[in-house]
């Protein structure tokens, strides 16, 4: 089992800036593949950022938001800055491609998420 544990989320003023953590455990060989999604209420969940062999953010958060992985400790982060109300939501960290022991095939693993709420 791989267990991935968020934080870092809250409530901040539009304008202000969060920094979430993700770090994952558990029993796994690699981590091919670690990003960032979110779902807001009514809304479907949807991509934020993830690191593959580069890095890739969505339209609404470019030049606002920064992924950063650490593959030593297995982490990956997303720092917001310009926080717009617009991006309160769950967010949800994925580590994909990931080999465990007895199934080299990869898997997919979610965490329970970290609410951030952007509001005056």
């Known amino acids: 089992q791989v267990q991935l544990v968020e934080s870092g989320g809250g409530l901040v003023l539009p304008g202000g800036s969060l920094r979430l953590a993700c770090v994952a455990s558990?029993?796994?060989?690699?981590?091919?593949?670690m990003g960032w999604y979110r779902q807001a209420p009514g809304k479907q969940r949807e991509l934020v950022a993830t690191i593959i062999s580069d890095v890739r953010y969505a339209d609404s958060v470019k030049g606002r938001f920064t992924i950063f992985r650490d593959y030593v400790k297995n982490a990956v982060y997303l720092q917001m800055n310009s926080l717009k109300p617009e991006d309160t939501a769950v967010y949800y960290c994925?580590?994909?491609?990931?080999?465990?022991?007895?199934?080299?095939?990869?898997?997919?693993?979610w965490g329970k998420g970290t609410l951030v709420t952007v509001s005056s």
């Open positions: 558990g029993s796994f060989f690699t981590i091919g593949t």
């Open positions: 994925n580590a994909d491609q990931v080999l465990v022991p007895g199934n080299l095939v990869g898997t997919n693993y």
